[in-house]
């Protein structure tokens, strides 16, 4: 536990948690001159975004919960002078299926002649490849277009429009349902499917949800870096955070762990933040409360009416092998295979039915997945021994699990959720995957399984949901104020993954609390 400050003063920002928004809030505003208070529930800062070693004895730092990179802005990067890079994906994924009884697959990625054959080869003609590019190309105009307002000052919905500058992509992101388009340019299951993947991540939703939450999902997950590509973090996801801290800390901002914060009070100019420590409570004093927490959470330290209630819908599973299973697919290459996205049970009929099921309250038959290798593509997670004997993580993040499924009884629907979820894999490679997992210290095997309630006991996350609350439009909307980070109370700001344009490891919300702040003490 990080000792208190040694004396009761008044801070220009108390910021409420130390998860990589609060921490990139931290860092901007003590570079600006600011004094800065970091108070951490844990013992150690990173919240979500962590490198962890989760399995006894053996020498392999996993990216534990939030795992890929693509929306944190460069921007965020060198105005920090973060030592900290991304690595690109050589395969952007890989889908397994069965033709006609014979096991093939969709590569996407390896270069344009790669990528067109194996739509070829899967469709038996040119045209899903040539929809595939013209889908894409949209999208990548829209990426251009609205990534770089994420870190200015909120549009409003017609400014944005006008940015984006294409009716036609706009109609088909911001109004119809993502499902309308997909259906539109695709006509072979399976490519519907995988693009349909990307609206679903962390998301309850079918692809014609009138609510419009899988279009919110989908356009933050193709916007990144202006491309919609989705980087490995080198060193792990703890690599971001270590580097934030010790920029924040350089700074001098004072990173306090073992503080849980309980209450807020603010009446727009001075705030005091009671936390509670091992040996007791205190309280310190601010010009500016900034919460790196969930809506939830700070309407609980303010002692404001909840918002409604969110929830989670992952299963999240880390796995270390000894080797790389075997693919029933000829064609395809382990190697290539599971360092993208490796994608598992998700034609587009396939993510139908299993959000069908879970909204009638059953496991689905055939839970949908997504795996990726991170040590492909960055092997210094590894440490030297499993490094020399081949060894590899394995990521796989499930859809379609919403929290309200696990609560009859937890522990029992997690392992039969695991081991469908695993029978899923197994379909499509030619030896079981249990004969890869390599095992710990204690002779066990190396996989840890983690529903929405666990990362609500372990993170805080409310109904596990891991953008805190549904996505909102990277526009202003009714109550937004000018950065999306403002609250009712005009001294305490949202800087979490709740926040207008929160959501994944952005630092965005940390970056626009602080722009807010900045801009406040200006006035």
Known sequence: MTPPPSTLRTYDAVIVGGGHN????????????????????????????????????????????????????RKIVRDLGLDF??????????????????????????????????????????????????FYAMTGHVAQRVFPTLTEPLPTRDELRRRVDDETAWRALFEEPVGVAIEEHFADDLVRGVALTDALIGTFADAHDPSLAQNRCFLYHVIGGGTGAWDVPVGGMGALTDALADAARAAGAVLATGHEAVRIDADGHRAEVTFRTADGEGVAAARHVLVNASPRELAALTGDAPPPPAEGAQLKVNMLLTRLPRLRDPDADPREAFAGTFHIAEGYEQLAAA???AAAGELPAAPPSEIYCHS?????????????????????FGLHTPARLFARDHDAVREEL??????????????????????????????EARSPLDLERDLGLPGGNIFHRELSWPHAQEGTGHWGVETARANVLLCGA????????????GHNAAMAVLERDKA
């Open 498 to 509: 709740g926040a207008v344009r929160g959501g994944g490891v952005s630092g965005v919300p």
């Open 85 to 134: 890079r991304v690595r690109a994906r050589t395969i952007s994924s890989y889908t397994p299926v069965e033709r006609a009884g014979r096991p093939t697959g969709l590569l996407v990625g390896g270069g344009e002649r790669r990528t067109r054959e194996s739509f070829a080869r899967l469709t038996g003609s040119q045209r899903e490849y040539a929809a595939w590019q013209r």
């Open 376 to 396: 492909l593509t960055d092997p210094t997670i590894l440490g030297p021994g499993p490094a020399a004997k081949g060894m590899h993580t394995l990521t796989l």
């Open 355 to 357: 959000h069908a099921q």
């Open 22 to 73: 609060g921490l990139v809030a931290a860092a901007y505003l003590a570079r600006a001159g600011r004094s800065v208070l970091v108070l951490e529930r844990l013992d150690h800062t990173g919240g979500a975004a962590v490198s962890t070693e989760p399995f006894a004895g053996v020498d392999a730092r996993l990216s534990r919960y939030s795992y890929l990179v693509s929306l944190l802005p």
């Open 418 to 447: 695991l081991r469908s979820t695993l029978a899923q894999l197994d379909a499509h490679l030619a030896e079981p995957l249990a004969d890869c997992l390599a095992t710990d210290a204690d002779g066990r095997p190396c996989i």
